[in-house]
């Protein structure tokens, strides 16, 4: 297959690379990628925010629960001491004035306060000098079989259990308090509740009289109002979520799904190409992706164009000698002189010949596509693959042919392209070979290198008629046959300049074509191939 079409759209707005500037380099991945992980990071952040937020609330309210009772329990063991400490040079605290002392002192619902005396046993409780009752929802009955049995077979978790731990770690913070310490903390209640405790030891000078213990029971209340105080922040990253993962959907999920449509109506409903116009002014990956897609479609289309014009010229090409052939086959019974016969049979000769170069050109034209993609491009001598090129063809040479010249760059280090060397190879035989037909017998072709900015610049050049300026561009497309007068007919099939070029720009060079001219006067045609040099 031998087309050569342009693919490439410009896209203004884009870097050398087909990289799109993003004002987001500070998050890893593509710009979507940096989308997805915002967002969803977005949702999480407001939640470890609250959680942060209301943990140090939590403890901050506790720590001023904690304060506040401290704050409380040393006035209050500050006035027992005073008012129920008898006895000297051995102080002893009155129980019975001390328990009167702390009735009298006011204390909130919320709190319990209890005295100890130095050896742990209970004086005064706040509870039992209030009468305070303690008032509890009942959980709801629980349905019996008809014998009166409970079907509920799981066990509530035992109060009395609950009760011992909750006495024994307060006898535990009493001991610590009676040794001197201040004691304060969190612990379980008897009732299973957490409370806030602290516990002061009552001290006349250095001796221990007893401990006050006060518990603030609205802990968990508390908690409770904090963890209402979480809902918004879970409504709100809830909210995130949703709307990232919608957002989302319209950005990517959606996109692709039209793509994919597009792709099955290219596939299904014969369509040449995709276009999705609103995609593909996206500044992101999928608009990158319709813009691919699209370039992608829109160069099949041109190469299938291609295809198609290739296969009409082909029949053309292939047509005008078959007819001929047929002509003389037919008239060649016909004849009965030989000249005439001799005449026919050379026709004959020139449009087998004729078909065989053409049947060649076209093989040769439809497997460059492959060829060139195929071989790998690595580092030749150009010097060196035209001198043996030129070399063949004096080889080769029989008397009265065209002479071919090398001059080569004369420099000292060699000429150096990267590319193909049976492509490239290709291409100096076809403008040596077509340099050669268009030259006079005894004419000469040369061929020459020089360098020149970065290039390497290889001409060839005949000693024919030249070529007319309007047909400058118009010898290299395809079956292009056009002859000076008095030329050989069916000597070119008119693809070989094509294929040269094709090879040419395929190694990032270009193929040119002009006049000799001396004095005013056309000396031949001159074919300039650009390459770009590179080091060994």
């Known amino acids: 297959m031998a087309s050569d079409t342009v693919t490439a759209k410009p896209d203004r707005g884009r870097k050398p690379g087909g990289v799109r500037p993003s004002r987001f380099r500070w998050l890893p991945g593509t710009r979507l990628g940096r ?27 506790v720590n001023a629960r904690i304060d506040s009772l401290t704050t409380q329990g040393e006035l209050m063991t500050a006035i027992i001491d005073q008012a129920a400490t008898v006895g000297e040079p051995l102080p002893a605290m009155d129980p019975s004035y001390a328990s009167l002392v702390l009735q009298m002192l006011a204390n909130p619902k919320t709190q319990r306060a209890r005295l100890f005396d130095p050896q742990g046993r209970l004086i005064a409780d706040s509870d039992l000098v209030a009468d305070r009752v303690e008032q509890r929802v009942l959980p709801p009955a629980r349905p019996r079989d008809g014998d009166g049995v409970s079907l509920n077979l799981r066990r509530a978790p035992s109060r009395g259990a609950v009760a011992r731990e909750a006495r024994a770690a307060l006898a535990a913070e009493v001991a610590k308090a009676l040794r001197g310490q201040h004691v304060a903390g969190l612990r379980r209640g008897e009732d299973g509740d957490r409370v806030v405790s602290v516990s002061i030891p009552i001290q006349h000078v250095q001796a221990v009289l007893g401990v006050l213990t006060l518990e603030a029971n609205d802990v968990d209340e508390i908690i409770a109002r904090e963890r209402m105080a979480l809902i918004p922040f879970i409504l709100i990253a809830i909210a995130v979520t949703l709307s990232s993962s919608l957002l989302l959907t319209r950005l990517i999920a959606q996109p692709v799904r039209r793509l994919a449509r597009a792709a099955d109506r290219v596939r299904l409903a014969g369509a040449r190409a995709i276009s999705l116009p609103d995609l593909a002014r996206r500044d992101d990956e999928l608009g990158d992706l ?23 010229d082909v029949a053309h090409e292939i047509k005008n000698p078959l007819t001929s052939l047929r002509s003389a086959v037919e008239t060649l019974d016909l004849v009965t002189e030989p000249a005439a016969r001799e005449r026919l049979l050379g026709i004959l000769k020139n449009d087998v010949k004729r078909l065989d170069r053409l049947v060649t050109d076209i093989s040769n034209a439809s497997r460059l596509d492959a060829e060139l993609s195929r071989d790998a491009p690595k580092i030749i001598d150009l010097e060196r693959l035209v001198g043996d090129i030129v070399n063949l063809y004096h080889a080769t040479a029989k008397p009265g042919d065209v002479t071919v010249r090398f001059h080569p760059s004369g420099g000292i280090e060699p000429v150096t392209v990267s590319g193909r060397e049976g492509s490239l190879g290709q291409v100096f035989r076809n403008l040596i070979d077509n340099a050669r037909s268009f030259s006079p017998p005894g004419g000469q072709v040369e061929v020459a290198l020089q360098r020149a900015a970065g290039r390497v610049i290889a001409t060839v050049s005949d000693s024919g008629p030249g070529i007319p300026p309007e047909n400058l561009e118009t010898v290299f497309e395809r079956f292009y046959t056009s002859r000076p007068k008095g030329a050989a007919f069916g000597g070119n099939s008119g693809l070989g300049l094509s294929i040269a070029r094709q090879i040419a720009e395929a190694h990032g060079g270009t193929l040119k074509a002009q006049n000799r001219v001396v004095d005013g006067k056309v000396m031949g045609a001159v074919f300039l191939l650009m390459l770009p040099e590179a080091k060994a």
């Not at 319709?290 to 009409?312: C, G, K």
């Open 290 to 312: 319709t813009r691919s897609l699209e370039a992608m479609t829109q160069s099949l289309s041109e190469r299938m164009d291609a295809i198609e014009s290739f296969a009409a």
């Open 35 to 61: 989308l997805i992980i915002a967002l969803n990071v977005l949702g999480l952040a407001v939640l470890i925010a609250g959680a942060l937020v209301l943990n140090e609330l939590r403890q901050g309210l």
